[in-house]
Antibody, heavy 121, light 106 residues
Framework: EVQLVESGGVLVHPGGSLRLSCVAS????????ITWVRQAPGKGLEWVASISGSGGTIYYADSVKGRFAISRDNSKNTLYLQMSSLRAEDTAVYYCAKARRILPPGYFDFWGRGSLVTVSS | DIQMTQSPPTLSASVGDRVTITCRAS??????LAWYQQKPGKAPKLLIY???ALEDGVPSRFSGSGSGTEFTLTISSLQPDDFATYYCQQYHTGETFGQGTKLEIK
């Protein structure tokens, strides 16, 4: 059974940092591109960042470029999102989602339940 | 960047109705387009990929069509479980979502 379990979401002050994790199971993690997608309260879905199965290809949305870093540890079946210089507009539920291919871009056939990040003073 | 525009933003319909949601891309995405369904408090669920391919386990009342810059998601006969928000997503160049269409009970 495919599972993606996000963790690490908390309340953080503007300008602060945070690392989200997504632990995967039930599929060939190292051969699968994974993506972070966020959803602000009451808003639509926004793509944040994607990483290839090997970790060698990475893409970021302009809204987070230079502030967020996506990475993965294939030995631990874990995806990360290091978030820094956080702003109020980064407040959202952050989902990890798996693609059906090794390289991005792609569509997402399975999503985690999400982790809420709140940026507020 | 490729922009995705869905219409309408909100759609009111009744059980048994046939409904269509439109998604337009700012440039051609060929058929690299997916559709998702999201219910409140839940993660999105994949319905359609490559514009018209039905994901395993998705009821056949859902169908997708289109190519280039214009795409549609059709639900042939609305069921109570179908009232949700629907998103299109292109994956031709990067990954971009439409702003969503909320399907409400009339």
């Amino acid at each position: 059974e495919v599972q993606l379990v996000e963790s690490g979401g908390v309340l953080v002050h503007p300008g602060g940092s945070l690392r989200l994790s997504c632990v995967a199971s039930g599929f060939a993690f190292s051969r699968t591109a994974i993506t972070w997608v966020r959803q602000a309260p009451g808003k639509g879905l926004e793509w944040v960042a994607s990483i290839s199965g090997s970790g060698g290809t990475i893409y970021y949305a302009d809204s987070v470029k230079g502030r967020f870093a996506i990475s993965r540890d294939n030995s631990k079946n874990t995806l990360y999102l290091q978030m820094s210089s956080l702003r109020a507009e980064d407040t959202a539920v952050y989902y990890c989602a798996k693609a059906r291919r090794i390289l991005p871009p792609g569509y997402f056939d399975f999503w985690g339940r999400g982790s809420l990040v709140t940026v507020s003073s | 960047d490729i922009q995705m525009t869905q219409s309408p933003p909100t759609l009111s319909a009744s059980v048994g109705d046939r409904v269509t949601i439109t998604c337009r891309a700012s440039q051609s995405v060929v058929t690299w387009l997916a559709w998702y369904q999201q219910k409140p408090g839940k993660a999105p669920k994949l319905l359609i990929y490559k514009a018209s391919a039905l994901e395993d386990g998705v009821p056949s009342r859902f169908s997708g069509s289109g190519s280039g810059t214009e795409f549609t998601l059709t639900i042939s006969s609305l069921q109570p479980d179908d009232f949700a928000t629907y998103y299109c997503q292109q994956y031709h160049t990067g990954e971009t979502f439409g702003q969503g269409t909320k399907l409400e009970i009339k």
